[in-house]
């Protein structure tokens, strides 16, 4: 118990030349899945005392506010779904560095290059497809079967998600940019009238039979088995070949604000979020996130995170997003 103890004292530490106050009070950004992050917070709230004010937005938005808001944000903590976010923040040196106790909680190919982040909790691309109109041998094995004409009517898909943009980067980095190019014209032509705002529309509409199949992440097809029970499910979710590019991790993540007037404190509840405690919290919330702490594990039924064969692709590959966003707007996406 002493050892325990002492880690996580190490864990929810201040940081160094910052001060912290036992009854303070922080700014969240957050892009997170709010029912999680919320209680995530209460956790966090209960543990130390601090209070935390949270502002829920797309991911982007929040990164777009804090730039323009520049020395002047309010944020003193930034947690988003996708790590081109928090990439987007380091390249504008708004971020400052953690400390390596926080860093060592989670897998280091995930955190941050340059150590400004700490990634949190993952998740990984899937097909979600409808039995009744396509069969699981009639899917694409490989991300770039999706421009096939043969699947012209069959799919859909939502560009505007940042979830797709870590795919059309692996895509790139697989195929090279004029080839990115034309296969997402030709996805653009096959997914006709199913082109979606969102994953959660994807996933909705192949449950309902309007579409055969679509690229989603894992965790929005549990996050809608649970909320409309298993009767009401007719949709099953399959995975790319292993080591395809359409088949990818991401890894949500959280940093401190360089221009914070708390970074004591909102260091300490970025490093509660890769303590036990608030890892087993995203292991047992209806997320549906895969936690990345050593020894915590989902209680849903979802494939082993050990076991899955994603791309190989690192979060410096996965950069800014911005050549993601460029390639999908040559394209006619966005």
Not at 73 to 82: K, Q, R, W
Not at 211 to 220: L, M, P, R, S
Request: charged letters at 15%.
């Amino acid at each position: 118990m002493l050892v325990v103890s002492a880690i996580l004292a190490g864990l929810l530490g201040a940081c160094s030349g910052s001060r912290s106050s036992p009854n303070g009070t922080i700014t969240l950004y957050s892009g997170q899945h709010q029912l999680t992050t919320q209680a995530l917070i209460q956790g966090f709230e209960k543990q130390t005392g601090i209070k935390v004010n949270v502002r829920y937005d797309d991911e982007d938005t929040l990164v777009d506010q804090i730039i323009t808001e520049g020395s002047r944000t309010p944020a003193d903590v930034i947690f988003t779904e996708n790590s081109p976010a928090l990439e987007d923040l380091e390249t504008h040196n708004r971020l400052v560095p953690l400390a390596a106790t926080t860093l060592s909680q989670t897998p280091s190919k995930y955190n941050s290059p340059q150590s400004d982040w700490v990634a949190v909790s993952a998740r990984v691309s899937v097909l979600v497809y409808n039995p009744k109109l396509i069969s699981a041998d009639q899917l694409p094995t490989s991300v770039l079967q999706l421009a096939d004409p043969r699947y012209k009517g069959k799919l859909a898909f939502a560009p505007s998600e940042t979830d797709f943009q870590p795919i059309v980067t692996a895509v790139a980095k697989s195929a090279g940019t004029s080839a990115t190019v034309s296969w997402l014209k030709g996805l653009a032509s096959n997914g006709s009238g199913h082109v979606y705002p969102d994953n959660e529309t994807v996933t909705s509409q192949v449950n309902r039979g309007v579409v055969a199949f679509g690229v989603i992440n894992q965790y929005y097809w549990y996050r809608m088995a649970a909320e409309i029970g298993s009767s009401a499910v007719h949709s099953k979710i399959a995975y790319f070949a292993a080591g395809d590019p359409g088949y990818v991790v991401d890894v949500s993540g959280a940093g401190v604000l360089a221009s914070s007037k708390h970074q004591a404190d909102a260091a300490r509840f970025v490093a509660y979020l890769v303590s036990p405690d608030a890892q087993k919290v995203i292991a047992d919330s209806l997320s549906f996130e895969y936690p990345l702490a050593d020894g915590v594990s989902p209680s849903a039924p979802e494939t082993p995170f050990a076991d899955l064969r994603p791309y190989p692709i690192s979060i410096a590959d996965l950069g800014t997003g911005s050549n993601a966003v460029t390639l999908l707007q040559q394209a006619g996406l966005l």
